[in-house]
C-alpha cells in the first residue's frame, strides 16, 4: 500500500530537524520502499511517499519515537486518482 509522510515543524525546529535527519539519514523503516521524499522550499514540512508491507502501526510508532518531540507526523494511505476512479466505477 501506498503512503505518503508529512511531517511538520515550527521554524525554531529547523536545526533539531536537520540533526536527527543527518544522524539517521532516510530512516527507512523495515518493510518499506521510499519513492521519492521532497521539502517545502518555503520551510516546515516535508513529505515522502513510500510503499510498505508492514503493519503500518509500527513503522509509525517507531517514528513518532525519533521526531515526535519535534514535528507533527502523519502517515497518509494514498492511491493513485484513475485507480480509485475505477474503484469508483465498479461500484455502480
Not at 535527519?21 to 514540512?45: H, N
Not at 513503522?59 to 507526523?73: I, Y
Request: some cysteine; glycine content about 6%; aromatic content about 12%.
Amino acid at each position: 500500500m501506498l503512503f505518503i509522510t508529512i511531517l511538520t515543524w515550527e521554524p525554531e525546529k529547523m536545526q533539531d530537524v536537520l540533526q536527527v535527519r543527518e544522524a539517521i539519514g532516510k530512516f527507512e523503516r523495515e518493510g518499506e520502499k521510499i519513492l521519492g521524499e521532497w521539502t517545502d522550499l518555503q520551510g516546515g514540512r516535508y513529505f515522502r511517499l513510500f510503499e510498505s508491507e508492514s503493519p503500518v502501526q509500527k513503522n509509525w510508532f517507531e517514528a513518532v519515537l525519533a521526531v515526535g518531540s519535534f514535528c507533527k507526523l502523519e502517515d497518509v494511505p494514498v492511491i493513485e486518482t484513475e485507480v480509485a476512479m475505477d474503484i469508483y466505477r465498479s461500484l455502480k
